[in-house]
């Protein structure tokens, strides 16, 4: 069985789409490892503190973030390593992760009017709804107790 298996890998070309998959899923976790070290190392930002202490500020700043970047696996990223670097309290991170969840909707709705033309149709639209409503019920429900989740959380740690 294992030579089946030897075989196999060697008639798999270099340009095949799972060696491709493979490598490009390395290069997004070398890339986001880099990001995050980048963001650990920003530490002091006093000139943001008017920003940053504000929940309600961080969720709009994470919704805003997310559609900028159109990933929000970078916006979380970038907020799990300014918490661990002490630069944003818990519950602004939280509120801003919220937001990330709710921006990262933006990308359906812009892949809808690439292919529809205009607004989504039929099954595109659906799940654009679905998605957008999920996230922002989710955020909703939770924004407003920040303060506890964090108080929460920290109890485990």
């Not at 099954?123 to 108080?151: E, K, Q, Y």
């Amino acid at each position: 069985m294992d030579n089946k298996l030897i075989k196999k890998v060697k008639k798999m070309e270099m340009n095949s789409p799972v060696l491709t998959v493979i490598v490009g899923l390395v290069i997004f976790y070398i890339g986001l490892k880099m990001f995050s070290g980048g963001m650990k190392s920003m530490g002091n930002l006093d000139h943001l503190q008017w920003f940053i202490a504000n929940p309600i500020y961080m969720f709009f700043g994470g919704i805003v973030m997310t559609l900028l970047w159109q990933s929000s696996s970078l916006s979380t990223t970038a907020i799990i390593a300014l918490v661990a670097s002490g630069a944003v309290p818990l519950p602004a991170a939280i509120a801003c992760v919220l937001g990330a969840n709710l921006g990262t909707t933006g990308t359906i709705w812009l892949a809808g009017f690439l292919v529809s033309d205009g607004m989504p149709k039929g099954d595109t639209l659906r799940i654009a709804m679905i998605h957008s409503g999920a996230n922002l019920f989710m955020a909703a429900t939770l924004l407003p107790f920040v303060h506890h989740i964090a108080r929460l959380v920290t109890r485990f740690t």
